[in-house]
Structure formats: C-alpha cells, structure tokens
C-alpha cells in the first residue's frame, strides 16, 4: 500500500482527497464540469459525502491506487487531480493519470504535478517504474508527459477504444534506474 502522499512542488500540494473537499468537489459536479476531478468522482451531489468518506479510502486501502488533489498553495483551491492506478507491487510499477480543470489548461500544472508525483512515486512510493498512456490525438497530454521527464517508449496499436472507434496509444515511462525529470 501506498504511504501516506502529500506532496509539496513549486505552486502546488498534492494530496490525498478528504472531507475538507466536499465543497469544491460538490461545485464541480453542480456545474457539471468534472474535468478537475478524477474518473469514477461523483455523478451527483448526493454521492459527493460518499465518495470523499468511502470509495476513495477502500481504493486507497486495498492497494489499487490513489486519487490526488492538485491544490494551489497561494489559493489553496482545487485546479486538477492526479492518480495512481493499475498498481503491480511484485514488479513496482503503477500507471499515472491527470486532468485539470479546463480554466487552468495551458498553466502547466498537469506537468508539475505529473514531475512531482512521478519522482515521489519512485522514492517514497516506492516503485521502480511510472509509467502513462495517452492518446496520439491527445496533443496537450503528449506535451505534458514530455516536459514533465517522461521518456516515450513507443506506441501501443488500437490500445483504446472510444465508442466504436479504436485509438492508438503513446506510452511514457519514468523509472528509477535511469528516467530523471528536469527540475523546474
């Protein structure tokens, strides 16, 4: 299982979800715009106090994975989410997610985010390799696992399907023998 995250970089803490959050989690889904928040967040106001208390502790207890707030320090506001998931202790791998709210795009927090869970995953997470996926049309995430140190390791064919349509994949990696992000 992971240890307990609360990561400090440059403009942000990333940290675990909790019940200090129900009212910005509960303001993105009233307004339906659940970019900020991470897959599986709640779909309905009702379901906000649920998902904050239960759902994400038994995900992050189980050894699954974890779902983290993308807080800014000078706001303390709420401008994205990153997560670990897909988790294999034996091999010490697990996948990174982000997304952030579409009003805070282009200020480069996915990708300090994504360089500082990255590294924190590689030490104090323990594992030997982050790795992401994301899609060949997805022009922003690209850019975001590039300038956050990840190294592409291919393409992964029809990797994803979206509807009927299948998508191609570009896989990244950071690992703890050899991937370093640059610093900001």
């Known amino acids: 299982m992971f240890p307990p995250v609360k990561i400090i970089s440059p403009r942000f803490e990333i940290r675990e979800f909790g019940p200090q959050d129900a009212a910005a989690v509960a303001a993105f889904v009233a307004a339906g715009d659940r970019t900020a928040l991470p897959p599986g967040s709640p779909d309905t106001l009702a379901d906000v106090d649920r998902w904050l208390a239960e759902t994400l502790p038994r995900r992050r207890s189980s050894g699954d994975g974890l779902h983290l707030a993308i807080v800014e320090r000078s706001t303390g506001t709420i401008v994205g989410s990153i997560g670990l998931r897909d988790t294999d ?50 022009m922003a995430s690209l850019r975001v696992a590039e300038k956050a140190g990840y190294q592409r390791e291919g393409t992964l064919p029809v990797a994803e399907k979206d509807g009927r349509e299948a998508h191609d994949l570009a896989i990244y990696s950071m690992t703890s023998t050899g991937t370093t992000a640059p610093q900001p």
Request: charged content about 20%; proline content about 0%.
């Open 89 to 138: 202790w034996a091999t010490g791998r697990t996948e990174i997610g982000y997304g952030t709210h579409t009003s805070q795009r282009g200020r480069g927090c996915a990708t300090e985010a994504a360089r500082a869970v990255g590294q924190w995953a590689l030490t104090d997470g323990g594992m030997r390799r982050v790795q992401l996926h994301s899609r060949l049309d997805n």
